[in-house]
């Protein structure tokens, strides 16, 4: 895969957050697969910037362990595992729930309202078979239901975790799922907007577990 170049001239972040979001987004999506090597030579010529972000972009995305960096080979990428995938989805379960139940006691009404567009939005496209826009309004809905916990803490870690998994939940939503979940979004809003924290924590635990049992169901 050849990186998109980007103009310096034009960006408003650092090149090395650049660099770093571009070969992430890359490697999360399955564009970059696991063994691909990256040497500072090749992605200095294909995104058109220095070594300087470069290298800081692949050392960044080893503390993350999405590549590993070898003396003879420079940085292979190692990406997301099943394991990884597993792993992942068992601690959303444990704390997604927590959000949820954060969301009920201390969202917006603003927020609310959003979320309620997004499930009727994905009503509607449920309806039309474009399980491809259900899954960009599921980003947006995990996103607002992180906001409305109002734990930055709670908020990062599950911003991490959402993206790192993107792969594996596009394939269960685009697979089949997207009904489900958009109807299990739908009793998570209402007990949200009910105010009841002990229901949308139940409730969000189970749709990530249902998440996960669809994708390792698709891959068997």
């Given at each position: 895969?050849?990186?998109?170049?980007?103009?310096?001239?034009?960006?408003?972040?650092?090149?090395?957050?650049?660099?770093?979001?571009?070969?992430?987004r890359?490697?999360?999506?399955?564009?970059?697969?696991?063994?691909?090597?990256?040497?500072?030579?090749?992605?200095?010529?294909?995104?058109?910037?220095?070594?300087?972000?470069?290298?800081?972009?692949?050392?960044?995305?080893?503390?993350?362990?999405?590549?590993?960096?070898?003396?003879?080979?420079?940085?292979?990428?190692v990406?997301?595992?099943?394991?990884?995938?597993?792993?992942?989805?068992?601690?959303?379960?444990?704390?997604e729930?927590?959000?949820?139940?954060?969301?009920?006691?201390?969202?917006?009404?603003?927020?609310?309202?959003?979320?309620?567009?997004?499930?009727?939005?994905?009503?509607?496209?449920?309806?039309?078979?474009?399980?491809l826009?259900?899954?960009?309004?599921?980003n947006?809905?995990?996103?607002?239901?992180?906001?409305?916990?109002r734990?930055?803490?709670?908020?990062?870690?599950?911003?991490?975790?959402?993206?790192?998994?993107?792969?594996?939940?596009?394939?269960?939503?685009?697979?089949?799922?997207?009904?489900?979940?958009?109807?299990?979004?739908?009793?998570?809003?209402?007990?949200?907007?009910?105010?009841?924290?002990?229901?949308?924590?139940?409730?969000?635990?189970?749709?990530?577990?249902?998440?996960?049992?669809?994708?390792?169901?698709?891959?068997?």
């Open positions: 895969m050849n990186m998109k170049p980007i103009n310096e001239n034009y960006s408003v972040t650092p090149m090395r957050t650049e660099v770093f979001r571009q070969l992430e890359a490697i999360l999506s399955g564009d970059l697969s696991p063994g691909t090597s990256l040497t500072e030579v090749k992605l200095c010529g294909e995104m058109g910037v220095s070594r300087t972000p470069v290298r800081e972009a692949l050392m960044q995305l080893e503390l993350e362990g999405l590549v590993k960096t070898t003396h003879n080979k420079g940085a292979v990428v990406g997301i595992s099943e394991r990884d995938v597993d792993d992942i989805y068992t601690i959303r379960v444990r704390i729930g927590l959000a949820a139940r954060r969301a009920a006691e201390n969202i917006t009404m603003g927020e609310l309202e959003e979320l309620q567009e997004i499930v009727e939005l994905q009503e509607f496209y449920v309806g039309r078979g474009d399980n826009q259900v899954w960009n309004l599921d947006r809905f995990h996103e607002l239901v992180y906001e409305g916990c734990s930055r803490p709670l908020k990062q870690i599950l911003s991490l975790f959402h993206n790192y998994i993107q792969k594996a939940r596009e394939a269960t939503v685009r697979q089949g799922r997207a009904a489900a979940s958009t109807q299990e979004h739908r009793e998570i809003v209402n007990a949200i907007a009910r105010h009841d924290p002990d229901e949308a924590e139940r409730l969000m635990a189970v749709h990530v577990q249902n998440a996960r049992n669809s994708f390792f169901e698709l891959i068997d």
